[in-house]
């Protein structure tokens, strides 16, 4: 198997249900976004310890101890958001690369944990808009999904930049599975306009 062809049927999500095709779809997904928006936004956008823990194993699984590490402890700390210390860290840790090569090394040891040459990515269902689905803008999807979270009690709070922060949150499997179940059906019901287009 090619490794560029892994990377990239799962650049936009995991292309199976196999376990390397899932850690490298949530690796890459947080390579992005750590490396557009920082670490703690990154952090910051994974709901919860469950997705957190999940986040931090599959870095671990390809060998980056290191950057799971990095992750573990911005989400334990009052992180400062001007504080660059963490960027800095996980740049220097040369994610992208490094998971590259961790690929392949994990293809050339453990093949049967990705879906076969050819698969399409992304396998795994996408998120489902309901035709009747209301359009909004960003602040007001936001602004939504914090009522719904409050609704459930689970504390949440809007950012400056128009995103939603959890607080008080205890790590509950149950009440991350609640969440999740919240946050796909904010998605499934109201959307934005950059979403549909998408």
């Known amino acids: 198997m090619d490794a560029n062809d892994v990377w990239n049927r799962n650049a936009d999500g995991a292309c199976g249900e196999l376990l390397g095709d899932q850690h490298l779809a949530r690796a890459i997904a947080f390579d992005s976004h750590a490396q557009g928006d920082g670490v703690l936004d990154a952090v ?80 795994l269902p996408q998120r489902e808009i309901a035709a009747d689905a209301t359009v909004v803008g960003y602040r007001e999807k936001g602004i939504r999904t914090v009522m719904a979270l409050n609704a459930l009690g689970v504390g949440a709070v809007m950012t400056v930049e128009g995103g939603v922060q959890l607080i008080d949150e205890e790590g509950d499997a149950s009440l991350d599975q609640r969440i999740m179940e919240v946050l796909d059906l904010v998605d499934r019901w109201l959307v934005t306009a950059d979403e549909l287009d998408a």
Do not use: C, K, N
């Open 44 to 123: 910051e956008s994974l709901v919860g310890e469950l997705l957190v823990g999940e986040t931090m194993d599959a870095f671990a699984w390809f060998g980056l101890d290191d950057v799971a590490a990095l992750i573990d402890d911005v989400a334990a700390a009052e992180a400062d958001p001007d504080d660059a210390g963490p960027d800095d860290r996980f740049h220097r840790l040369d994610v992208t690369d490094r998971l590259s090569a961790a690929l392949s090394e994990r293809l050339r040891d453990d093949a049967d944990s990705f879906a076969p040459a050819g698969t399409q990515g992304p396998g």
